[in-house]
């Protein structure tokens, strides 16, 4: 489990830096699941983490009602208990938008995305450990950012001077992720984590993973409410990703 020990250090790295940040308004709240979902998070990375990966799927940052209640990539509760069999104990950020609560594995609401990136992977492969024997999903940046009103507002869409602090430390975790994970394909999870993963992919060394995209599950993309699942299947397939 050593690869796995060095995750959760270089997750702990990039929590303390992030923690550092400071962001204006219109960002009201800052959540980081790293912090108050840690057990959670370490517990995902434990399992599923400990050896090198084929295929490393990269997602923007947590949704409120997936990695932020569960510490886990597009973590849906249901897909991350029942599937992956992750339950564990989740405290609350310093400060929370009333509207958004953290309640952890007690949240009943379903996270769109989650719910279908995970029902995709359990319908192809069955079980969790089968999907995480040669793949895994990591997420860029691991804030989440709220609005007054409590719209979420999307690491892309914070000022150049924010962003550029965040983004120095995102692409430092995610090379450390590449390092230690030394996958063939880096699969980024709509276009933001797609460029980013490019931008790292060109950095890492001799091998460098090949880049891939597909299409974002959140349901305000249009296209992703009409057979997401069979979409980006067909996408993997035509990388030569999946057969």
């Not at 990269?58 to 992956?84: H, K, L, S, Y």
């Not at 192809?124 to 895994?136: C, L, T």
Request: charged share 25%; hydrophobic share 40%.
């Amino acid at each position: 489990m050593r690869r796995a020990s060095s995750l959760v250090g270089a997750s702990r790295r990039l929590s303390a830096a992030v923690d550092l940040l400071d962001f204006a308004p219109p960002v009201a709240f800052v959540y980081n699941p790293l912090v108050y979902a840690r057990s959670a998070h370490e517990a995902y990375l434990d399992r599923y983490g400990g050896a090198p990966k084929r295929v490393v799927f990269v997602g923007m940052n947590p949704g409120p009602w997936g990695m932020a209640q569960t510490g886990v990539p597009f973590g849906e509760v249901a897909a991350v208990r029942d599937w992956m069999g992750i339950e564990e104990p989740v405290g609350r950020p310093p400060a929370e938008h009333p509207a958004r609560p953290i309640e952890g594995f007690r949240c009943a609401r379903s996270e769109v995305s989650g719910r279908r990136v995970w029902t995709l992977m359990r319908e192809r492969f069955g079980s969790a450990s089968a999907f995480f024997a040669d793949h895994f999903v990591a997420n860029y940046c691991p804030l989440v950012f709220m609005e007054e009103s409590g719209r979420n507002r999307t690491p892309d869409k914070l000022p150049r001077g924010e962003s550029a602090r965040l983004f120095a430390l995102c692409d430092e975790h995610l090379r450390e992720v590449v390092r230690l994970l030394r996958p063939q394909w880096l699969i980024g999870v709509g276009k933001f984590a797609s460029e980013r993963a490019a931008w790292i992919a060109a950095s890492s060394g001799r091998e460098p993973p090949r880049v891939g995209s597909i299409l974002h599950p959140s349901p305000a993309n249009p296209r992703a409410n009409r057979a997401w699942e069979s979409t980006v299947t067909a996408q993997l397939r035509s990388f030569g990703v999946w057969g």
